[in-house]
């Protein structure tokens, strides 16, 4: 009975989420908050349930039942203990129940935060989010059932998806959910604000820092996603404009231009209509993602295939994005900016400037990925559009980007004298030009490596001009210089907390092109006892092994990794091989280092270890890129905290 229990609970949960989203906008409407009070009920309810569903499916998959038809697809009895429980969220079924748990998290969190602080809003936000509650368990009661039966009961069950079978499915799709469910409470509260004419800064400052919240979970959500295609898949990348990918990235982008854009209407009262369509965007993405991912248009190791539920994501957000755009209509009037732009050189034209050209790269992302799915349609004949489009294209603005992480946060406000700015970028840009020269002497010879390791020395700079300067005024007051460093980053965390995450994207920005610029390839087939070099290491190629595990069999090469006269390391490729499999699947060696890696990924070998191929990457500095990673979650970090700011001299 445990999988109609679950079902039943989906069932009882999708009356509750649909009648607290009715109950709570009628007393939104009315006043009666013996309504919105029977709404938050509804809500505690809906997150039981789900909840009590998600732990039933758990037990199913812990207990190998396979009389439930998405256990017996995701697992077998091999699977290892985690990635039984990892399988839970490993397709399409249990990847919805994860969203839609996390959603209700959040609504619960909501429901504690500001229940008591936005009175005017939250009956309409608390109705929203159970409106869209609601349509996620439609999914789950009627297109992607996750307790359906299966009649007769196999002995074993399928199997994960063997690329899946990584620690990274516990933290990448955890991760990235908790950034996509994330930016609904943002939208939450920009429709309330709609709704109710409200749209001042109120629904700007109630979702500060969930739109922080949802926008790192996101990005550490695509962190994650890199390393463990570079770590997994065999092809020595991090990034390959996949349409999954893609589909992550594009509300990244436009949550990143709001993050920015929302500064100026707090500080000039201006951007009002941007910021409301750029939440509205992010959301909407955020959608078109799940979309592309569950409805089967794309072929991808992440996308999840079944029946209808295309049609079902399809519908609602073409729901979501007309009501939103009518409420944007009607509201138009409301939105006009009460502060004007009073000149092209100030931080107003900045942060516009930025909003464009993210806008402009989430727009060239959606582009190249929809452009392949239209074009087979309207003409039947598939089309291509791979990494060179998206490179091209996109590699200037983001060089634009990087450029105006280093100018916005400077340059004055309303308009920038002659003095600000000499004061403010003369030595970043002196420092800037002195980088790519130093670069070129160096040796890089690529115009666009150069460029943009002379624009990080450029934001570094500015970053550091900053911190200097505001760290010498306090310990003008008589604090030290450390304590007052600390103090600075407390008292002004927004700020800094920005400039961190600001140092970690630039840290990133050297590990993409050290990367992409020096990383250097070899495939060859060597004899037992035969040696390969490249880039200075030598690999002897020392025979092979044959491995059993629980759920597949592999091969493993020996190869002897030495570099000069260093240490010697034994590095073993492996080759797996999975019953439910026709092919195998490559089981990748590396050694990760702060200047460059060894990454060794075994092709084909003869039967008696005669010989085998491989193939030897040197990929420079791409460690850097999870160092970023590490940056910018430190920066969120402080951004987060509650500020506390005190008057200074």
């Not at 009627?142 to 990274?168: K, S």
């Not at 994330?182 to 709609?194: E, I, K, N, R, S």
């Amino acid at each position: 009975m445990t999988p109609e229990l679950g079902q039943g609970g989906l069932l009882v949960a999708l009356a509750l989420a649909l009648w607290g989203s009715a109950a709570a906008a009628s007393g939104g409407r009315t006043g009666r908050g013996a309504l919105v009070e029977s709404a938050q009920h509804a809500a505690i309810g809906v997150f039981a349930l789900v909840t009590g569903a998600f732990a039933l499916l758990v037990v199913a998959f812990l207990r190998f039942d396979f009389s439930v038809r998405y256990v017996a697809t995701n697992t077998n009895l091999g699977t290892p203990f985690w990635y039984r429980i990892t399988g839970v969220w490993g397709a399409l079924e249990g990847s919805i129940v994860l969203w839609a748990w996390m959603l209700s998290l959040y609504t619960l969190i909501v429901i504690a935060r500001h229940r008591m602080r936005s009175r005017d809003l939250y009956p309409w936000v608390l109705s929203v989010m159970l409106a869209i509650m609601a349509f996620f368990l439609l999914v789950m009661t009627i297109a992607a059932p996750p307790f359906q039966r299966l009649a007769p009961v196999p002995a074993d069950g399928r199997g994960l998806n063997p690329l899946l079978e990584d620690t990274g499915m516990i933290t990448h799709p955890i991760a990235l959910y908790l950034g996509f469910t994330g930016f609904t409470v943002p939208f939450a509260f920009a429709m309330a604000a709609l709704i109710t004419g409200r749209v001042s800064d109120a629904w700007l400052a109630a979702t500060r820092r969930w739109t922080i919240t949802a926008w790192y979970f996101l990005s550490l959500g695509l962190l994650i996603g890199g390393w463990w295609s570079y770590h997994v898949l065999g092809w020595g990348g991090y990034w390959a404009w996949d349409p999954v990918e893609n589909a992550a990235f594009m509300p990244w982008l436009t949550g990143t231009a709001f993050l920015h854009s929302v500064m100026i209407q707090e500080r000039r009262r201006m951007l009002k209509l941007w910021n409301i369509a750029l939440v509205i965007l992010t959301f909407s993405l955020t959608l078109f993602g799940t979309f592309l991912t569950r409805s089967g248009v794309i072929a991808s190791v992440h996308a999840f295939t079944q029946g209808s539920i295309g049609i079902f994501f399809l519908t609602f957000l073409s729901l979501v994005v007309l009501v939103a755009l009518g409420l944007l209509a009607f509201r138009w009037k409301d939105l006009e900016a009460q502060g004007q732009l009073d000149s092209v050189l100030s931080r107003e034209s900045a942060f516009l400037l930025n909003n464009v050209l993210f806008v402009a790269a989430a727009f060239t992302v959606f582009f190249g990925t929809v452009f392949p799915l239209l074009a087979e349609a309207v003409r039947g004949t598939k089309v291509s559009v791979g990494a060179p489009f998206f490179n091209q294209v996109n590699i200037p603005l983001f060089l634009s980007l990087i450029f105006l992480m280093g100018i916005g946060p400077l340059i004055a406000w309303r308009r920038a004298s002659p003095d600000n700015l000499r004061r403010n970028f003369l030595v970043p840009v002196v420092l800037g030009v002195a980088g790519a020269a130093l670069f070129f002497f160096a040796g890089v010879r690529s115009a666009l490596a150069v460029l943009c390791l002379a624009l990080t020395v450029f934001v570094a700079a500015t970053i550091g001009l900053d911190l200097v300067r505001a760290t010498r005024s306090r310990a003008r007051l008589g604090e030290t210089v450390v304590p007052a460093l600390g103090r600075l980053l407390l008292a002004h965390n927004r700020r800094y907390g920005g400039f961190i995450v600001h140092f970690g994207i630039l840290i990133i920005a050297i590990g993409v092109t050290g990367s992409q610029a020096w990383s250097i390839q070899r495939e060859t087939t060597l004899q037992r006892g035969e040696t390969t070099e490249l880039g200075g290491y030598r690999i002897r190629f020392d025979g092979l092994d044959a491995r059993r595990e629980s759920n597949h069999e592999a091969v493993l090469g020996t190869f002897t990794v030495t570099r000069g006269a260093g240490r010697a390391v034994t590095m073993q490729p492996a080759k797996k091989f999975y019953p439910q499999e026709q092919s195998p699947i490559a089981g990748v060696d590396y050694r990760l280092g702060l200047r460059e890696d060894v990454y060794l990924v075994l092709g084909d070998f003869a039967q008696d270890g005669s010989h085998a191929t491989i193939k030897v990457q040197v990929n420079r500095l791409v460690s850097w890129i999870w160092i970023g990673g590490a940056v910018l979650t430190l920066g969120a970090a402080l951004a987060l905290l509650p500020e506390r700011r005190r008057a200074t001299a």
